[in-house]
């Protein structure tokens, strides 16, 4: 029985009242939050105890998409000004170069960059294996760095000379797919609450698996309880690519091969109609909204306020760390308020008189990222800040240069420039300390992280 008592911060809880306690605290016991509320109200000790005092805190990030091994190529020249398509040949080839040590390293170095930004659950999309490479690689490396993780096995089975995207290289046999699948989930899925592992099943996109896969691993999904998650309307040419090659419009594609229900989530639904999202509603799959890389990849803005206008859960998703480039989850909550205004801005908001047309808020916005990442993923054990929720949460030192001035602690990290966390706690244990990973010896992956980069660029 181990517990931790903080006291004396601004707490931000998420709960269903929108509850704000200026001087609170939290008691946490063995990983989970006991007592919430005013410092004065709780008790006077713990095993540890921490004065978080001119610090907000707040309950921890959700990612609810991401593909870490793409940290090792970020920036890379001839992908830099692409389009999704032209982006994902250029990079295909150098990824099929990966080893598991690469994945271990880059999975590493991705779950630091959220822990620093105030996630502590992280979905990952891991959909190529080459050279013996396993999603147990990055299972481990969340293991050593303390956060929870929604591993995706994702999958590519059709390749180029049938029609797909991907050179063949990097696609696999979906009897192996299919197998693999099953081994990963006996193997780690967890359903309890408090749960470190849970296993998702991730058919890549329309264009890189075949129909076949994607209506057998709904069904091996659904045997097991876990859930799906695929890319979904991301860009107008593959709403192209649906049309030709299947005779639907991505959505309509979905439903076409059973892939709708409250256990799926689509990254990105950019391109989708009005008719759309009352499926999405009426079927509660969820939306990971990923406005960074979608900026990046010029791909469009997706429709957030029509999603929760008709009840979908949308979480947020720094998407590949080739796409973004970085992994800073509250750079996401961030420019998903602005990017919001910015569509806003594009459809007459300066010339409405309408009263009811509202600009979303920065609480929106950390609203997006915490609770509805949770729900997006199917978890009520985290996500708010509640008694019998767990103990995850980050702190921000509100007395530093670029706060000065502001009149919101809640806005002042959402409307600011985004900073790192000072303290991010997982379960109850702390993965951020003053500003400092805890878990992992930062210098040594940084170091060792740009040896493989730059190994998987030569020759
Ligand atoms: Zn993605």
Same mark, same amino acid.
């Given at each position: 029985?181990?517990t931790?008592?903080i006291?004396?911060?601004?707490?931000?809880?998420?709960?269903?009242h929108?509850?704000?306690?200026?001087?609170?605290?939290?008691?946490?016991?063995?990983?989970f939050v006991?007592?919430?509320?005013?410092?004065?109200?709780?008790?006077?000790?713990a095993?540890?105890?921490?004065?978080?005092t001119?610090h907000?805190?707040?309950?921890?990030l959700?990612?609810?998409?991401?593909?870490?091994?793409?940290?090792l190529?970020?920036?890379i020249?001839?992908?830099q000004? *692409?389009?999704?398509?032209?982006?994902?040949?250029?990079?295909?080839?150098?990824?099929a170069?990966?080893?598991?040590?690469?994945?271990?390293?880059?999975?590493?170095?991705?779950?630091?960059?959220?822990a620093?930004?105030?996630?502590t659950? *992280?979905?990952?999309?891991?959909?190529?294996?080459p050279?013996?490479?396993?999603?147990?690689?990055?299972?481990?490396?969340?293991?050593?760095?303390?956060?929870?993780?929604?591993?995706?096995?994702?999958?590519?089975?059709?390749?180029?000379?049938?029609?797909?995207?991907?050179?063949?290289?990097?696609?696999?046999?979906?009897?192996?797919?299919l197998k693999?699948?099953?081994?990963?989930?006996?193997q780690?899925?967890?359903?309890?609450?408090?749960?470190f592992?849970?296993?998702?099943?991730a058919?890549?996109?329309?264009?890189?698996?075949?129909s076949?896969?994607?209506?057998q691993?709904?069904?091996l999904?659904?045997?097991?309880?876990?859930?799906?998650?695929?890319?979904? *309307?991301?860009?107008?040419?593959?709403?192209?690519?649906c049309?030709?090659?299947?005779?639907?419009?991505?959505?309509?594609?979905?439903?076409?091969?059973?892939?709708?229900?409250?256990?799926?989530?689509?990254?990105h639904?950019?391109?989708?109609?009005?008719?759309?999202?009352?499926?999405f509603?009426?079927?509660h799959?969820?939306?990971a909204?990923?406005?960074t890389?979608?900026?990046?990849?010029?791909?469009?803005?997706?429709?957030? =306020?029509?999603?929760?206008?008709?009840?979908?859960?949308v979480?947020?998703g720094?998407?590949?760390?080739?796409?973004?480039d970085g992994?800073?989850?509250l750079a996401?909550?961030?420019?998903?308020?602005?990017?919001?205004r910015v569509?806003?801005?594009?459809?007459?908001?300066?010339?409405s008189n309408?009263p009811?047309r509202k600009?979303?808020t920065?609480?929106?916005?950390l609203h997006?990222?915490?609770?509805?990442?949770?729900?997006v993923l199917?978890?009520?054990d985290?996500?708010?800040?509640? *008694?019998?929720?767990?103990?995850?949460?980050?702190?921000?030192?509100l007395n530093?240069i670029?706060?000065?001035?502001?009149h919101?602690?809640?806005a002042?990290v959402?409307?600011?420039?985004?900073?790192n966390?000072?303290?991010?706690?997982v379960?109850?244990r702390?993965?951020?300390?003053?500003?400092?990973?805890?878990?992992?010896?930062q210098?040594?992956?940084?170091e060792?992280?740009?040896k493989?980069? =730059?190994r998987?660029l030569?020759?």
């Amino acid at each position: 029985m181990t517990t931790l008592l903080i006291t004396h911060a601004y707490i931000l809880t998420m709960d269903d009242h929108q509850r704000e306690i200026p001087d609170g605290g939290l008691f946490v016991r063995d990983g989970f939050v006991e007592q919430i509320g005013p410092t004065s109200e709780l008790p006077a000790t713990a095993d540890e105890v921490l004065d978080l005092t001119g610090h907000l805190v707040l309950p921890g990030l959700v990612n609810t998409h991401h593909h870490f091994y793409q940290t090792l190529t970020r920036a890379i020249p001839a992908a830099q000004d *692409a389009n999704l398509f032209n982006w994902l040949t250029t990079l295909y080839p150098i990824w099929a170069r990966l080893n598991p040590e690469d994945i271990f390293t880059s999975a590493q170095t991705a779950l630091a960059e959220l822990a620093l930004s105030g996630c502590t659950t *992280a979905s990952d999309h891991l959909y190529l294996f080459p050279n013996g490479s396993k999603l147990d690689d990055e299972i481990a490396a969340a293991q050593e760095i303390g956060l929870r993780i929604q591993a995706s096995r994702g999958s590519m089975s059709l390749g180029q000379s049938q029609g797909g995207l991907p050179p063949d290289s990097v696609v696999d046999s979906e009897e192996s797919i299919l197998k693999d699948s099953q081994r990963l989930i006996q193997q780690y899925h967890d359903p309890k609450p408090g749960a470190f592992v849970q296993i998702v099943l991730a058919p890549c996109s329309p264009f890189s698996v075949t129909s076949d896969l994607m209506k057998q691993s709904a069904v091996l999904a659904r045997e097991y309880g876990v859930h799906l998650h695929t890319h979904l *309307a991301e860009t107008e040419d593959e709403e192209q690519f649906c049309l030709q090659r299947f005779g639907h419009r991505p959505v309509g594609y979905m439903q076409e091969v059973d892939w709708v229900g409250g256990d799926v989530w689509f990254a990105h639904a950019v391109w989708v109609n009005q008719e759309e999202i009352g499926v999405f509603a009426k079927h509660h799959c969820g939306v990971a909204h990923c406005p960074t890389s979608n900026m990046r990849l010029a791909s469009g803005i997706a429709p957030v =306020k029509e999603y929760r206008a008709a009840g979908v859960n949308v979480g947020l998703g720094v998407d590949g760390s080739a796409s973004n480039d970085g992994s800073h989850l509250l750079a996401e909550v961030r420019n998903a308020m602005l990017v919001s205004r910015v569509k806003e801005g594009l459809t007459g908001y300066s010339l409405s008189n309408d009263p009811n047309r509202k600009l979303m808020t920065a609480r929106e916005a950390l609203h997006l990222g915490t609770r509805g990442g949770a729900a997006v993923l199917g978890r009520t054990d985290i996500g708010s800040l509640e *008694a019998g929720k767990c103990a995850d949460f980050f702190a921000i030192n509100l007395n530093r240069i670029g706060f000065t001035g502001m009149h919101d602690p809640v806005a002042a990290v959402v409307f600011g420039q985004s900073v790192n966390a000072d303290y991010t706690v997982v379960g109850g244990r702390f993965v951020v300390r003053e500003g400092q990973l805890c878990t992992v010896d930062q210098g040594r992956l940084i170091e060792k992280h740009n040896k493989a980069a =730059k190994r998987l660029l030569a020759d």
